[in-house]
């Protein structure tokens, strides 16, 4: 069974500060790894990406990932109130028949 | 460009009724997925089609709900019968690949509501 565990949260950290969300995932094999933000009673809309081990960093974001442990990070600097979101986690795992495995997700709250 | 884009927004029906759920993904994306959502749950894998093999239905709850794509491009959710716990958001997510590149977008759903 391939699995994707993140902490359901709540996550609550104060305006400003980093944002730290963790997701691990079970098959070695997993090749890609995304982040996705939802909005309550919206869909899910892709912020990051990321294929190899190390950091990618794109504006306030930033995607660490590290193989050899099997977990993804996403990390949010200067917090902001339209921060808060549930943040999924996504791993692509399969050979010839990709498919993506979802974690169920962070809440985070960014507090004024 | 277009997103993708779901029919109805909303749906009202009452049990035992079928419905059909309609998705246009982005033109030229070879995978679509079929997810549902309940309120505060996580994705629910339903069905994925990827190009013209075999669509996966390892997600379908049961043998009331089916999804066929015509032509590669639009999709349809069809759920016999329906009952109260198929109330949800049913998503469609359309997705792009080339080489290592997988980046998937959703539609904005449609809203189930089962009387």
């Known amino acids: 069974q391939k699995e994707v565990e993140q902490n359901s949260g709540p996550l609550s950290v104060p305006e400003g500060a980093i944002a730290s969300l963790n997701c691990t995932y079970s098959?070695?094999?997993?090749?890609?790894f995304f982040w996705y933000r939802q909005y309550s009673g919206k869909s899910p809309e892709l912020i990051m990406f990321i294929y190899s081990n190390g950091d990618k960093e794109d504006g306030r974001f930033t995607a660490q990932l590290n193989k050899a442990s099997q977990y993804v990070s996403l990390l949010i600097r200067d917090s902001q109130p339209s921060d808060s979101a549930t943040y999924l986690c996504?791993?692509?795992?399969?050979?010839?028949?990709?498919?993506?495995?979802w974690g169920a997700g962070t809440k985070l709250i960014i507090k004024p | 460009g277009a997103g993708v884009s779901q029919s109805p927004s909303n749906k009202v029906t009452e049990k035992g009724k079928d419905v059909e759920l309609r998705c246009d993904p982005i033109s030229g994306h070879t995978a679509l997925y079929w997810y549902r959502q309940s309120l505060g749950q996580g994705l629910e894998f339903l069905i994925y089609f990827q190009g013209n093999s075999a669509p996966d239905k390892s997600g379908l709850p049961s043998d009331r709900f089916s999804a066929e794509r015509t032509g590669g491009s639009v999709s349809t959710l069809t759920i016999q019968r329906t009952q109260q716990e198929d109330s949800a958001v049913y998503l469609c997510?359309?997705?792009?690949?080339?080489?290592?590149?997988?980046?998937?977008?959703f539609g904005p759903g449609t809203r189930l509501t089962v009387t």
């Open positions: 098959d070695r094999g997993s090749q890609s």
């Open positions: 996504a791993v692509l795992v399969g050979g010839s028949n990709y498919q993506l495995i």
């Open positions: 997510a359309s997705t792009f690949t080339s080489g290592s590149s997988y980046e998937q977008y």
